[in-house]
């Protein structure tokens, strides 16, 4: 294994090696499933600077799933997303409040929310993102990465009545610090809203990973590394307990098979598209080994 592997959860420096890995900047970044605690995290992380260079303009303006994070344009997708369900649901939880979205993109769901009464606060790594939320939402986003340098600064201790985590916690060099420090900004009884994708949750990757083990080979990501951790239901809820959660409820979901698009070589996709089906009935109806995980955390 990795010299100096340390697990980000609970700190153990044994870990197995998931033949899963990218290939990055002329060297491999592997997933290490922890022997301890079984968080899965790449390692080496990337460096801080590469990290900053993933998430430059094109992160949000480019298309396409074999260099960038997915097929669609982002930004577009940003611009239609109907954000009226995610008003509803979040009347739920608080009638009015404080809200605090991290990794909020360009701001669309704060500016949604902000025009019905919420108190918003966003905080965006995209210089980029965070000038398109100024000139279009008139919204002063926080241009910072989402670290303890934040607290009685930008953020303080008890301020919020909601955190929102949209597909951001996997992308964090450290998620237990991060939720560790959304515990410490909630108000009593306030809840972290946490969205997580997980497909090696799903029967085809376990199935993959299986194979993979049996022939002594791996899958070779040659995307960039945005997701640095993949996490399972079990791993997550360790993780916001450990922060000091008091309740946290997980719920597995899935996309359907029509809307997955296929990017692996042709037996990978035969094999993804025959369990496609069952693994959708699977979720629906038992919760398990679903492609999505949605996460509340109560403080
Ligand atoms: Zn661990």
């Known amino acids: 294994m990795a010299k100096d592997f340390e697990c980000n959860l609970c700190g153990s420096k044994k870990a ?9 900047k002329e060297r491999y970044l592997w997933l290490y499933q922890c022997d301890t605690c079984m968080l899965r995290s790449i390692w080496p992380l990337p460096k ?8 430059a303009a094109d992160y949000f303006t480019e298309a396409n799933s074999a260099t960038h994070h997915m097929d669609t344009d982002y930004l ?16 739920k939880y608080c009638q009015a409040g404080s809200i605090l979205e991290i990794g909020c993109a360009t701001g669309n769901f704060l500016n949604a929310l902000n ?3 919420y108190t918003v606060k966003g905080i965006e790594l995209s210089s980029f993102a965070v000038d398109y939320a100024k ?28 955190v929102i985590m949209g597909d951001v916690l996997e992308h964090f060099t450290n998620p237990t610090e991060a939720m560790q420090l959304v515990q ?9 809203f946490i969205h997580l994708p997980g497909s090696l949750n799903l029967l085809s990757s376990k199935l993959a990973f299986f194979v993979y083990k049996l022939t002594g080979k791996q ?12 996490f399972s239901g079990n791993s997550i809820t360790l993780m916001c307990k ?5 309740k946290v409820l997980v719920k597995h979901d899935i996309k359907h098979p029509s809307t997955i698009p296929l990017r692996g070589t042709f037996i990978e996709n035969l094999i993804k598209k025959s369990m496609q089906y069952p693994n959708y009935y699977l979720t629906k109806w038992f919760g398990v080994a679903g492609d999505r995980i949605n996460v509340e955390a109560y403080k």
Do not use: C, W
Request: proline letters at 7%.
């Open 76 to 91: 577009a997708l940003l611009n239609n997303g109907d954000y009226a369900d995610g008003i509803e649901n979040m009347r």
């Open 135 to 162: 000139k279009n939402f008139g919204l002063n986003l926080i241009n910072k990465p989402f670290d303890p340098a934040l607290l009685n600064n930008e953020i303080f201790e008890t301020e919020f009545d909601v």
């Open 16 to 24: 197995s090696k998931v033949p899963f890995r990218y290939l990055f």
């Open 115 to 117: 025009k019905v009464g």
């Open 184 to 192: 410490k900004i909630l108000k009593p009884g306030g809840v972290a």
């Open 242 to 246: 450990q922060s000091g959660f008091s």
């Open 219 to 230: 899958k070779t990501m040659t995307i960039p590394p945005y997701h640095l951790t993949e």
């Open 48 to 55: 801080s600077q590469e990290i900053e260079e993933m998430y």
